[in-house]
């Protein structure tokens, strides 16, 4: 998908939220145990009461991973479930000497070779340019690079200042711009370092962040819109435990849509406000 065609679903839908699945086989409602394949079961539920709602679907691969073979097959199938008009993320966190990337690439991108075609791959920036340009070898689709990750542990490297004023976020994302463009390369910033955003922002002004860290984790959508909405909106923001848990019962797609709803409701307004619809 281009970025002009995201941000045609995201003014077409009004909406930029993107739904995280992952399924823990603890929390999946009772009733979906016994079916031949939960997980799948439970995705295709969450999609089919959300798909209207969002633009994008983000599964984190160690959630299928956990599950051997059984769990790769979910993911595969779940990913054969997504309609086309639907941003997906692979939520993978690759990275690796040039020759190891091309095979994450293939595995992520090639769906000939792997039956998986996702738009868009997370990935580590820190093995350097020659980890990252094997993903952006592949037309129309995209890398999403960690620059300031959600959690509390990202003091420990990615905020230390390196060599002149950056720190080390920053220069992530100066660097990396070299290696690839906006239509491209997108960025991971979480929601709880809303500070961040002005920064970030002048940065990459034309680039998409893929923004995790509102609901479970606290982050507030209204603080990163503030400083992190650009032309073309320039942003994912992911929720994935707040909605796909919302309910446990037999009802819990409902509740998952009446979560996500919200988050759809409140997007909708600050595009309006922001003249972005
Ligand atoms: O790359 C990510 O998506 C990611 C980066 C980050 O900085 N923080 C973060 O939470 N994530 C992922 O985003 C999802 C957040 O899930 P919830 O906290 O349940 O909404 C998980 O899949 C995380 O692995």
Redesign the pocket.
């Given at each position: 998908m281009t970025k002009a065609q995201l941000f045609d679903q995201i003014k077409l839908k009004r909406s930029f939220l993107c739904i995280?699945l992952?399924p823990v086989l603890e929390n999946l409602p009772e009733h979906l145990l016994d079916d031949e394949d939960p997980i799948f079961s439970f995705n295709k539920a969450i999609i089919d009461a959300t798909e209207d709602l969002c633009v994008a679907y983000?599964p984190?691969t160690?959630f299928y991973e956990m599950y051997g073979t059984k769990g790769w097959n979910s993911l595969q199938k779940t990913w054969s479930y997504f309609s086309k008009d639907l941003f997906t993320i692979a939520?993978a966190?690759r990275g690796d000497i040039g020759n190891t990337s091309k095979m994450y690439a293939a595995a992520f991108f090639n769906e000939e070779r792997s039956g998986m075609g996702f738009d868009a791959v997370?990935v580590a920036p820190y093995m350097g340019s020659d980890s990252v340009v094997p993903f952006l070898n592949h037309e129309h689709k995209w890398v999403?690079l960690?620059a300031l990750?959600?959690?509390a542990g990202?003091t420990d490297f990615q905020s230390l200042h390196v060599g002149g004023k950056n720190r080390l976020y920053e220069e992530v994302i100066a660097r990396s711009s070299k290696w690839g463009n906006s239509e491209q390369i997108m960025y991971?910033v979480?929601a709880t370092k809303a500070d961040a955003f002005e920064s970030l922002r002048a940065l990459a002004p034309d680039s998409f962040f893929?923004v995790?860290?509102?609901?479970?984790?606290g982050g507030s959508l209204a603080e990163v819109c503030r400083f992190g909405l650009n032309k073309t909106c320039g942003l994912l923001v992911?929720?994935?435990?707040?909605i796909i848990y919302a309910g446990k019962g037999t009802d819990f797609a409902e509740m998952a849509r009446a979560e996500a709803l919200k988050v759809q409701q409140e997007m909708e307004v600050i595009l309006h406000q922001h003249d972005l619809i």
């Open positions: 995280g992952d983000k984190n160690a939520d966190k997370t999403i960690l990750t959600s959690n990202s991971v979480g893929l995790p860290g509102i609901g479970a984790q992911n929720s994935a435990r707040q």
